[in-house]
């Protein structure tokens, strides 16, 4: 641990060693749980897995306060989430630690419920933001001696799907968790802001509209450019009724103009131009979205929009669809390398494994 951990650690040690309540599960009674927070403040698929579990919290437990922690980098998608009470911003890393846990005292959480949260800082924030009980899977290496829950439910919670570990903290608060859809709303400002954008950009009612995730949050997990550009080239060929829509990022804005120019006619880059809820209300009215393991795959998956996803370093089984299966296909190969270097990985040749061939076949057959 780093110098700033070491000295939070040995801090919490000496709390909880002076820490006169009972916070062990035992002890847990649902009768009594008024204010609850759920903590989901990393990407934006990670917090869309959690909202079965939300869910399963609003079901269990539909007078309490329920307040989210989610990052502000994403937490417009999920302001309108019908489970939740409230939003705490999670700024990242250690910024505004402090006044975060100012934020969660307040409120007097009888529960946090970490369902996907950046260590050192989640479990800690939970703890000193005056929780009683604290629940997460799985469990922490450093701090685990805050948490309430002393087993991860599952024999290795990494041999399973985010929405079932999630779940599974879930169900230490008494939730029941048959539900696994997840949960995301448009609102119907935005589709009013697509039907402009789509009508401004000259795309007439009738048109299949198959959107190109080509980016991801890093580098090894990108299908190469190159095949992006082949692959929308021949789906245009084979199909002129089809336009072909780049999503990106601001800082992706050059990588999508040079693919849509390269594949031409029928294709426009609208990287940079979309809020996150913009987004959200394009990908509701997408026919086919073609993605890399991105945000955007669980926004389409969220909103039944019918999927095309490629994986090779990252595993379909732990975050891919669990829901809907007529509606989306996986094609996945085997990691080539072993041990796999995953984020470190500077040439990701894996994910050239997957042909373009193969992917236009099921591209055509989902559209058709």
């Known amino acids: 641990m780093k110098i700033r ?13 002076f820490d006169k309540r009972q916070t062990d599960l ?3 009674n649902p009768d009594e749980v008024k204010n609850i927070l759920v903590v ?37 998608l999920f302001e309108n989430n019908p489970h939740i009470d409230g939003i705490i911003p999670y700024y ?19 529960v946090a419920l970490i369902l996907h949260g950046n260590e050192p800082q989640a479990t800690p924030m939970a703890y000193l933001g005056g929780a009683r009980f604290i629940v997460k899977v799985p469990i922490p290496k450093d701090f685990g001696f805050l ?4 087993t991860n439910g599952f024999d290795d919670p990494w041999k399973h799907h985010g929405i079932d570990v999630r779940l599974k903290a879930a169900s230490f608060i008494d939730c029941q968790i048959n539900n696994k859809e997840m949960v995301l709303l448009v609102d119907e400002e935005d589709r009013e802001k697509i039907k402009k954008l789509l009508k401004n950009i000259k795309i007439r009612n009738g048109r299949k509209i198959v959107c190109f995730q080509v980016a991801a949050a890093t580098k090894f997990k990108m299908w190469p450019k190159e095949n992006f550009i082949q692959l929308g080239k021949k789906l245009i060929d084979n199909n002129k009724n089809v336009v072909i829509l780049i999503l990106g990022s601001k800082e992706e804005k050059k990588l999508c103009e040079s693919i ?46 019918k999927t095309l996803s490629l994986f090779c370093p990252t ?10 299966f007529h509606l989306h296909k996986v094609i996945e190969k085997h990691r080539p390398c072993n041990p796999c270097i995953t984020k470190k990985c500077k040439n990701p040749y894996c994910m050239n494994l997957i042909k373009v061939e193969e992917v236009l076949t099921s591209a055509q057959e989902m559209l058709s």
Do not use: C
């Open 5 to 17: 951990e070491n000295l939070l650690y040995i801090a919490l040690k000496i709390i909880k060693k």
């Open 92 to 110: 990242g890393g250690w910024k505004k630690f402090f006044k975060t846990i100012r934020e969660f005292r307040k409120h007097k959480f009888d």
């Open 260 to 305: 849509a120019k390269k594949i031409g006619e029928n294709a426009i880059s609208l990287a940079g131009k979309l809020s996150l809820r913009e987004l959200r209300a394009l990908i509701e009215k997408t026919h086919l979205l073609i993605t890399n393991d991105t945000g955007t795959m669980h926004i389409a998956i969220a909103l039944k929009t």
């Open 40 to 76: 989901s403040s990393t990407a934006i698929g990670d917090t869309l897995m959690a909202t079965p579990a939300i869910r399963a919290v609003r079901e269990r437990y539909p007078d309490a306060k329920i307040i989210a922690h989610f990052n502000v980098k994403n937490m417009e």
């Open 147 to 150: 948490l309430s829950n002393k």
């Open 26 to 28: 035992k002890y847990f």
């Open 315 to 324: 595993y379909a089984w732990g975050v891919g669809p669990l829901q809907d």
